[in-house]
């Protein structure tokens, strides 16, 4: 029998390979720990950039005119959010057509653009032959190819793992962007209600609550027509209708508009009528005149796209009197109190200059925000109509027994780029209503936004020359009398999201 102290020092050997062991198993779970990590983090800026691109995609067809720009503008802003993520790559200052980095799809049909050096693929339609959506031209795919570095993997010879991730997204929309929107969860959201009533949009509709057409009025949707709530007779869609069961869909903006100080730049303080412009606001010498003025024919001059310059006879032009250029990132802004137009012409336009400052007027009144009596004439230049949700009765009211004229050109920059007619937020939804009533020469050119307005359509316009080129958004949104509302879908300053969404 050995003595006892023959056996001391034997654990240390068996405790230095417990160690080793211990240490190898603690450097492998923060390894894959920081692995897994990496890969979640990788795989949600992918999910992020394909989602936008998608957005942007809606249902442009190869055929159009605008795909081809559409789809790299998609491509690009998809490399560019990887790259704020903290991965650079070629893809973002990519030109299609002078660029390896931005090349047609191997289909032989869409884009793709491919770093292969930062890992990053981006095509429209999806590539891959085992993606379901291979070819759907609505949709986007991305792939991308990282290699992570551990901490301690170098020990054993593993200091760096690959990480490969992959995502597509649809646009989320319906077979063509909705030129209407109708908010009201519980009645008819969007209808016609009157026999010679006649709504004609090119793109498709959306309802939350119900789409209705009454008394033999009439329809027609050139994309499709969809709903939450079914409806004994729904307004169909030439590429589908959905009569009850689609998903809610929620306003895409949301800004809230400053309400200027009622102080000089005021335009009227009460009823503004033909006769108290010139008590009330000192029109500077490019503005006074009538007809095609100084002022707008300088602003014609440097935007081609005004072509529809004013009647000759009294015109009345409203620049809002602020610092030029402003120092507001709401650009010039002008509270416009108790408007009411009556007969004549009214044009509320920006700064006379080549700077192309955008202007808000923000409209507000008691009962009514703007009345209109007897088919004035109201044009509008790189400038939006706000107007006050506080209104008891209507944002605008038509008392005139002829249609109101109305060319409306949303602004060009700014945070209500894009939108020509806004009802401020936030608001109470069904708080009041709004009337337009057109005439077979107007046009707004932008969105019109009532979150929570009724909004009625009594003008008219024809098949070939739209009451709205952009889109409409309302509590409810119907088309009277007998008007013909025709509401073209233009991309023009919508949100860059427009409910896209992850599919793979």
Same mark, same amino acid.
């Given at each position: 029998m050995r003595p006892r102290g023959a056996e001391s020092g034997q654990i240390m050997p068996i405790v230095a390979v417990l160690m080793v062991a211990i240490i190898g198993?603690?450097?492998?779970?923060?390894?894959?720990?920081? *692995? &897994?990590?990496?890969?979640?983090? $990788?795989?949600?800026n992918l999910d992020v950039a394909v989602k936008v691109a998608a957005a942007k995609m809606f249902n442009f067809n190869p055929s159009d005119s605008a795909y081809t720009s559409t789809a790299q503008t998609a491509i690009q802003d998809a490399a560019s959010l990887l790259q704020q993520d903290g991965y650079p790559n070629h893809i973002v200052n990519a030109v299609y057509g002078s660029s390896p980095y931005l090349t047609t799809s191997p289909l032989g049909v869409g884009l793709c653009g491919v770093d292969s050096a930062a890992g990053i693929k981006i095509?429209? =339609?999806?590539?891959?032959?085992? +993606?379901? !959506?291979?070819?759907? &031209?609505?949709?986007?795919?991305?792939? !991308?190819?990282?290699?992570?570095? @551990?901490? /301690?993997?170098?020990?054993?010879?593993? #200091?760096?793992?690959h990480i490969s991730v992959g995502a597509v997204a649809w646009h989320g929309g319906a077979d063509e962007p909705?030129?209407? *929107?109708?908010?009201? =969860?519980?009645?008819?959201? $969007?209808q016609v209600q009157d026999a010679a009533s006649t709504l004609i949009t090119h793109?498709? $509709?959306?309802?939350?609550?119900?789409?209705?057409?009454?008394?033999n009025g009439t329809g027609t949707v050139s994309g499709t027509s969809e709903s939450v709530l079914s409806s004994s007779s729904p307004i169909t869609g030439a590429l589908g209708t959905q009569n009850g069961g689609a998903a809610v869909i929620v306003n895409p903006y949301s800004?809230?508009?400053?309400?200027?100080?009622?102080?000089? $730049?005021?335009?009227?303080?009460?009823?503004?009528?033909?006769?108290? !412009?010139?008590?009330? %606001?000192?029109?500077?010498?490019?503005?006074? @005149?009538?007809?095609?003025?100084?002022?707008? +024919?300088? *602003?014609?001059? %440097? #935007?081609?796209?005004?072509?529809?310059?004013?009647?000759?006879?009294?015109?009345? &032009?409203?620049?809002?009197?602020?610092?030029? =250029?402003? +120092?507001?990132?709401?650009?010039?802004?002008?509270?416009?109190?108790? /408007?009411?137009?009556?007969?004549?012409? &009214?044009?509320? !336009?920006?700064?006379? #200059?080549?700077?192309?400052?955008?202007?808000?007027?923000?409209?507000?009144?008691?009962?009514? #925000?703007?009345?209109?009596?007897? @088919? =004035?004439?109201?044009?509008?230049?790189?400038?939006?109509?706000?107007?006050?949700?506080?209104?008891?009765?209507y944002l605008i009211h038509s008392n005139g027994n002829s249609g109101d004229s109305w060319v409306l050109n949303a602004p060009t920059n700014g945070p209500l780029q894009g939108i020509a007619i806004y009802e401020n937020q936030p608001c109470t939804t069904a708080a009041n209503s709004m009337e337009l009533n057109?005439?077979?020469?107007?046009?707004?050119?932008?969105i019109v936004d009532l979150a929570c307005a009724d909004l009625t359509v009594t003008g008219n316009s024809t098949d070939t020359s739209p009451f709205v080129n952009g889109a409409v958004i309302g509590w409810d949104v119907a088309v009277a009398g007998d008007g013909t509302a025709v509401i073209d879908y233009n991309p023009s300053g919508l949100p860059p999201d427009k409910g896209s969404v992850l599919v793979q």
């Amino acid at each position: 029998m050995r003595p006892r102290g023959a056996e001391s020092g034997q654990i240390m050997p068996i405790v230095a390979v417990l160690m080793v062991a211990i240490i190898g198993m603690a450097a492998f779970a923060i390894d894959g720990s920081n *692995l &897994y990590s990496q890969h979640r983090k $990788i795989q949600a800026n992918l999910d992020v950039a394909v989602k936008v691109a998608a957005a942007k995609m809606f249902n442009f067809n190869p055929s159009d005119s605008a795909y081809t720009s559409t789809a790299q503008t998609a491509i690009q802003d998809a490399a560019s959010l990887l790259q704020q993520d903290g991965y650079p790559n070629h893809i973002v200052n990519a030109v299609y057509g002078s660029s390896p980095y931005l090349t047609t799809s191997p289909l032989g049909v869409g884009l793709c653009g491919v770093d292969s050096a930062a890992g990053i693929k981006i095509c429209t =339609p999806p590539i891959s032959s085992s +993606s379901p !959506f291979r070819g759907h &031209y609505d949709y986007v795919e991305g792939y !991308f190819n990282q290699d992570v570095k @551990g901490f /301690f993997g170098g020990v054993i010879g593993l #200091d760096r793992a690959h990480i490969s991730v992959g995502a597509v997204a649809w646009h989320g929309g319906a077979d063509e962007p909705f030129t209407i *929107l109708g908010l009201d =969860p519980s009645g008819c959201a $969007i209808q016609v209600q009157d026999a010679a009533s006649t709504l004609i949009t090119h793109g498709s $509709i959306h309802a939350n609550g119900k789409t209705c057409l009454a008394n033999n009025g009439t329809g027609t949707v050139s994309g499709t027509s969809e709903s939450v709530l079914s409806s004994s007779s729904p307004i169909t869609g030439a590429l589908g209708t959905q009569n009850g069961g689609a998903a809610v869909i929620v306003n895409p903006y949301s800004p809230t508009v400053p309400m200027p100080a009622l102080d000089a $730049i005021t335009i009227c303080s009460s009823g503004c009528t033909a006769t108290s !412009f010139s008590d009330t %606001i000192n029109l500077p010498s490019w503005a006074q @005149g009538g007809g095609t003025g100084s002022c707008f +024919s300088h *602003l014609q001059a %440097i #935007d081609p796209n005004i072509t529809n310059p004013p009647p000759s006879g009294v015109t009345y &032009y409203l620049p809002p009197d602020a610092p030029n =250029p402003p +120092s507001s990132p709401w650009g010039s802004t002008a509270r416009v109190s108790g /408007f009411s137009a009556n007969h004549g012409e &009214y044009d509320f !336009f920006p700064h006379c #200059d080549d700077n192309q400052t955008s202007a808000i007027y923000y409209f507000t009144g008691s009962p009514d #925000d703007m009345v209109t009596h007897s @088919g =004035p004439t109201i044009n509008s230049f790189n400038a939006a109509f706000v107007f006050d949700p506080a209104a008891s009765g209507y944002l605008i009211h038509s008392n005139g027994n002829s249609g109101d004229s109305w060319v409306l050109n949303a602004p060009t920059n700014g945070p209500l780029q894009g939108i020509a007619i806004y009802e401020n937020q936030p608001c109470t939804t069904a708080a009041n209503s709004m009337e337009l009533n057109g005439s077979a020469s107007s046009l707004i050119n932008g969105i019109v936004d009532l979150a929570c307005a009724d909004l009625t359509v009594t003008g008219n316009s024809t098949d070939t020359s739209p009451f709205v080129n952009g889109a409409v958004i309302g509590w409810d949104v119907a088309v009277a009398g007998d008007g013909t509302a025709v509401i073209d879908y233009n991309p023009s300053g919508l949100p860059p999201d427009k409910g896209s969404v992850l599919v793979q």
